[in-house]
């Protein structure tokens, strides 16, 4: 790179320093050999330092970064131009698209007067141009393929996090997760998770609860509880099958561009808790799935990570150290991951400590809160020739304070930025769009018509159900056992309510028995004509002698 003709000193941006000294030392040091990403160029005092452009080597941005500013200050626009770039040079992106606005880098943007000056102040050959994009949506809701989950991979700790468990109860999920795993109770959907939970404060599932080991009764009665509040809030749509496979995320086009996904999360906006936590599971899944590679001259993905102050709000211990190991360990696995969000103290020290990378954008100090938030970040910084404080609140929109790494991995100079315009619309694509792109990807009869097969809840179901009827049988055959006893009981109570003469001879000799016999009774009935007494008399040896 030939190096930058030197303006004429000035006073550097804070009006304390003349920071003319420092430019040739921020031009070398954003100087890289390599393939890079054009950010901007440098800011003087105001003027715009087109031949000292800033840049991020291409093969750092597995390196993690940082994207932080107040509202309004222009971080949407930033993501925008970090996936043009990183999409022309063959790198898959991952985006979350709070507000819609990111679904426009799939279609050409609009040039302008503004586009124009700002191309010109920061030596860009603007033209505009479209992006492959994918569009996805939390189980289908909104426009995009649907993007789902089993209960069973998100897990315990992801989902504790979403049903706002506190510590206890989260190893008490993670225990029930275990007793469903060895049971061979598959956990698809909620409704599995549920029925095996109340299966366990059962009668029948007692047993079993004990079983378990350090799960109470009430404990697994409160994440019953919320669990069912859960599925009432309409979360029953996001887990399930077909489940979405992560490694969608790495696809190129046929052109050799990095497959740019765009996760649409306008209509799950009142969900933070739960669309933050499902973005780490995408990130988590992906470190499951992906080998080993070390550093790369290109990543094989970048994950942008939007509103991570919703991720760490309310985290359990154990969660933000999942978060900060599959940071720190899925750097070795070719993905780089940009947390965006308004202070850097949003993210917590560990991971914060992770992000090489780092676009600064304006901060307020409306507050002593902001103010304070101020100072933190001003410190997070390498030291320079700026006065950061006053810099950092006085940078206009599509302005920044950047430091990233170089090819060598050390830091660069802090530079106050002047960024470029994205190539692509800044704005919606709108419902039409969406609804295209949607329904012409070839991964929408793939994942658009959700499955709901034999698991947990049909086992269970199946099992009472069959323990119903097994109860039902049994009672049964006891009634007629009861019956059959009752009617033996009644006979021979019968009996011996019977005279002891009559029992006697009925029962004590042949005769008797025979005086008992149906034939007899039948005899002693005509013992009042002639015939029925000689019969009588015969059969008693007494017959009547016959007359000479």
């Known amino acids: 790179m030939t190096e930058p003709e030197q303006p004429t000193p000035s006073p550097g941006p804070s009006g304390s320093a003349d920071l003319s000294g420092e430019i040739r030392q921020i031009a070398s040091g954003y100087a890289f050999p390599g393939p890079a990403l054009e950010l901007g160029a440098l800011l003087d005092g105001g003027r715009c330092l087109p031949g000292v452009p ?134 698809v959907d909620l409704k599995d998770l549920r029925a095996v939970v109340a299966f366990l404060v059962s009668a029948p599932g007692k047993p079993e609860l004990k079983g378990i080991g350090g799960l109470s009764t009430a404990t697994a009665g409160v994440i019953l509880r919320a669990i069912t509040l859960f599925e009432q809030q309409g979360a029953s749509d996001f887990f399930g099958e077909p489940e979405f496979d992560t490694g969608e995320l790495l696809r190129t086009a046929p052109d050799g561009r990095g497959v740019v996904s765009v996760l649409e999360l306008p209509g799950v906006q009142d969900r933070p808790q739960l669309f933050s936590t499902f973005l780490m599971w995408l990130l988590a899944d992906l470190y499951a799935d992906l080998p080993e590679v070390g550093d790369l001259g290109r990543p094989k993905l970048v994950f942008f990570f939007d509103e991570a102050h919703l991720l760490f709000s309310g985290a359990s211990r154990a969660f933000l150290e999942a978060v900060t190991r599959t940071v720190r360990l899925i750097r070795s696995k070719g993905v780089g991951v940009f947390f965006v969000t308004q202070t850097p103290s949003d993210v917590p020290g560990d991971v914060l400590g992770q992000l090489g990378n780092r676009v600064q954008h304006a901060l307020r100090a409306f507050t002593p809160d902001d103010a304070k938030a101020l100072k933190a970040t001003v410190r997070t910084f390498p030291d320079s020739a700026y006065d950061l404080e006053e810099v950092l609140t006085s940078l206009g929109t599509g302005e920044a304070v950047v430091t990233v790494l170089n090819e060598s991995g050390a830091p660069t100079p802090v530079a106050v930025t002047r960024l470029r315009a994205p190539q692509s619309l800044m704005g919606p694509l709108g419902d039409t769009g969406l609804d295209a792109a949607t329904r012409s990807s070839v991964l929408y009869p793939r994942y658009a018509q959700a499955v709901d097969r034999e698991s947990a809840y049909e086992k269970l179901t199946a099992e009472q159900q069959a323990a119903e009827e097994s109860a039902l049988r049994a009672a049964r055959e006891a009634d007629a056992a009861r019956e059959a006893e009752a009617a033996r009981e009644g006979e021979e109570a019968a009996r011996r309510a019977e005279p002891a003469p009559r029992r006697a001879r009925r029962t004590g000799s042949p005769a008797g028995q025979g005086m008992g016999s149906g034939l007899f009774t039948s005899l002693a009935r005509s013992v009042g004509t002639q015939l029925g007494r000689e019969i009588s008399r015969s059969l008693f040896g007494t017959a009547r002698r016959r007359r000479r």
């Open 54 to 187: 800033v840049r991020i080597p291409l093969g750092m941005l597995n390196r993690h970064g940082l994207v932080a500013g107040a509202t309004g200050t222009g971080k949407t626009k930033t993501l925008q131009l970090l996936a043009e770039q990183l999409s022309s040079n063959g790198v898959p992106v991952f985006l979350a698209d709070m507000k819609g606005d990111l679904s426009g880098i799939a279609a050409p943007g609009r040039g302008g007067e503004k586009v124009e000056e700002r191309a010109a102040q920061v030596g860009q050959d603007w033209h505009a141009g479209g992006f492959p994009a994918e569009f996805y949506a939390l189980g289908g809701i909104g426009r995009g393929i649907p993007v789902r989950a089993t209960v069973t991979d998100f897990g315990p700790v992801l989902l504790s996090k979403v049903l706002q468990l506190n510590r206890t109860q989260e190893q008490s999920l993670a225990l029930i997760f275990h007793y469903a795993d060895a049971k061979g109770l598959e956990l």
